[in-house]
């Protein structure tokens, strides 16, 4: 059998893939095979999930204007960045996309992660230690509201670890919400200077 | 620059078959994606900020500070616009690029120039890597041969801190650490755990763990990356999410709670094959290592399939005189790109299976 996508090798890989419950068959030589694993299928998934979750912006713009709101962004206004292209690609084109998008991408996300909503874990940490002011701290760990978000998210998990009687992974999640609850309470700039370079 | 493939006869320490639960784990690996603060992704990067992003990212990455939070030697920087394709696939083969990498182009084939884009590599361990440009304009990456994440976490984080001390992160109150792929925020950060379960695959149970494994949101692939076949027996095992969990969370949850079962379960089939079918295993696995050591012609596939089994053999005791490590090594030298690096010319596709049978043959004491 020669190889189905050269036409030229003999087919030495034979694969079966099972994808969305039908299933394909490969016959590939040496060279095309080895190409063809290196074509991605990680953006798969990503683009799934645009198309199942993320609001069409045509759809949402008809029904705003009639309701005088302000149309759903489409464009990102710091790298040109629309949603039509986001679709496609499902890659974003700078940070600020993030805000500008936010109300769009954010069941997108939640889906994608499982209904996580909100960031738990590390924040950057020299740019923590410098940011003294209180708005810089906002600006990094968002304001009041989303921590106290983030803590209840914390919460919820724990509790769940608990009635699973996972234990260690409940002491994990108090040490978490240890963490999240020192920042929030002001104790930001202690550390700040000195430790670091030792 | 000169050619990575020369003098990397030994390296790949993620093939060294140390560490904790090294009979089924062969290695863990922990990514971490992190973009600037004020600079488009590469989606919509133009050929100048491109080259400022490199500019600034290996200007830290070659500091003192980042050397000695990845405990390397030396740190080689390669610029892989420079290097021809076989290299950059030998660094794909050795883990330490991605495909996507290695081929410059973004997910979709489209977005910015290719180019300037890099990895750096610590010397001599390779336990570190950091590519930049790549999909995000950081991902950092830590290897460790055997069940190791607990400690990869702390190794990466302590990179992590090094690098952000000279660099501004793009970070988000609600989605944390921004990456041009929805799917990587929040932490950024990935765990895979590569496992070696040639006695599920023999017994057939690899489809209820992999199932299994899917149900608790974890990702199953092949040694070749989603979509391909366990070549090998080989399977990677990581997180999908990285949004609303910590780090630390992750780690228990694989390091404790997933990856242990699985380890148990392979461990169980392993004994199985012993007690129940010990006659079959016997001729399976001195079947495998005969024909390694006699065969005149190998493909890629069939040999990973053998390695795998004499693999099998030599941690069940049934095979004398093949050590691990050497079995472990075999599976890398034996893919393309390095076969295609030991030789003094382009090969076609029949020589390259001749001197992949006769470099097998003489790696194991065969005729
Ligand atoms: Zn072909
Ligand atoms: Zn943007």
């Known amino acids: ?198 | 620059m000169s050619r990575p493939s020369t003098g990397w006869s030994g390296g790949a320490e993620w093939l060294r078959g140390e560490g904790e639960a090294s009979d089924v784990v062969m290695s863990s690996r922990a990514r971490i994606a992190r973009n600037l603060a004020g600079y488009p992704f590469m989606t919509k990067a133009t050929s100048e900020d491109r080259v400022q992003v490199l500019d600034l990212c290996r200007r830290r990455i070659l500091s003192d500070e980042f050397k000695r939070a990845s405990g390397a030697e030396s740190v080689m920087w390669v610029d892989l616009h420079d290097v021809d394709k076989l290299e950059r696939q030998v660094l794909v083969e050795r883990h330490l690029i991605s495909r996507q990498h290695a081929r410059g182009k973004l997910t979709t084939g489209k977005g910015g120039a290719d180019q300037p884009r890099g990895v750096a590599i610590g010397l001599p361990s390779e336990r570190v890597a950091v590519m930049v440009n790549e999909e995000d304009q950081l991902r950092i990456q830590v290897i460790r041969s055997g069940l190791a994440l607990s400690q990869l976490l702390e190794q990466i984080d302590r990179i992590d801190d090094a690098l952000e001390q000279g660099l501004d992160y793009a970070f988000h109150p609600r989605f944390g650490y921004l990456t041009a792929c929805p799917t990587n925020i929040g932490t950024g950060i990935r765990f895979s755990v590569m496992l070696h379960l040639p006695a599920l695959k023999l017994t057939g149970e690899i489809e209820r763990v992999k199932r299994a494994a899917e149900d608790m949101s974890l990702a199953v692939r092949g040694f070749y990356g989603e979509g391909s076949d366990a070549v090998g027996d080989l399977y990677q095992v990581s997180n999908q999410t990285t949004l609303g969990k910590s780090e630390h969370v992750l780690v228990h949850e694989l390091e404790r709670e997933i990856v242990p079962r699985i380890i148990d379960y392979e461990r169980h089939a392993r004994r199985t094959l012993l007690e129940k079918r010990r006659a079959a295993t016997d001729d399976r696995t001195n079947r495998a290592l005969g024909v390694l050591r006699t065969a005149r012609l190998l493909g890629v596939e069939e040999s990973m399939q053998l390695l795998s089994h004499v693999r099998l053999g030599v941690l069940l005791g049934l095979l004398e005189g093949v050590e691990q490590q050497r079995v472990n090594h075999l599976m890398l030298l034996v893919q393309q790109a390095h076969l295609q690096c030991s030789a003094t010319r382009e090969l076609s596709q029949q020589e390259r299976r001749i001197e992949r049978a006769k470099l097998v043959r003489k790696s194991l004491g065969g005729t």
């Open chain 1, 1 to 198: 059998m020669l190889c189905e996508n050269c036409g030229q090798h003999e087919a030495t890989i034979h694969e079966v893939l099972i994808k969305g419950g039908t299933k394909m068959e490969k016959h590939l030589c040496e060279v095309c095979a080895q190409v063809a694993a290196s074509e991605p299928s990680s953006n798969l998934p990503i683009n799934e999930l645009i198309s199942k979750y993320m609001v069409s912006p045509g759809v949402h713009a008809g029904e705003a204007s009639e309701a005088r709101e302000a149309p759903a962004p489409t464009v990102c206004p710091s790298c040109a960045m629309t949603v039509r292209e986001f679709r496609q690609s499902g890659l974003l084109g700078c940070p600020v996309c993030y805000s500008v998008f936010e109300d769009q991408l954010g069941p997108l996300i939640e889906r994608a992660h499982e209904g996580g909503a909100c960031h738990v874990g590390k924040t950057p940490r020299r740019a923590l230690d410098s940011g003294r002011e209180r708005g810089d701290v906002e600006r990094l760990l968002g304001d009041t509201r989303e921590r106290a978000e983030r803590l209840g998210a914390l919460r919820k998990q724990l509790t769940d670890a608990v009635e699973r009687e996972q234990y260690e992974r409940a002491a994990q999640l108090r040490d978490e919400m240890r963490r999240v609850a020192s920042v929030l309470g002001g104790d930001v700039g202690g550390n700040a200077g000195d430790g670091e370079q030792a």
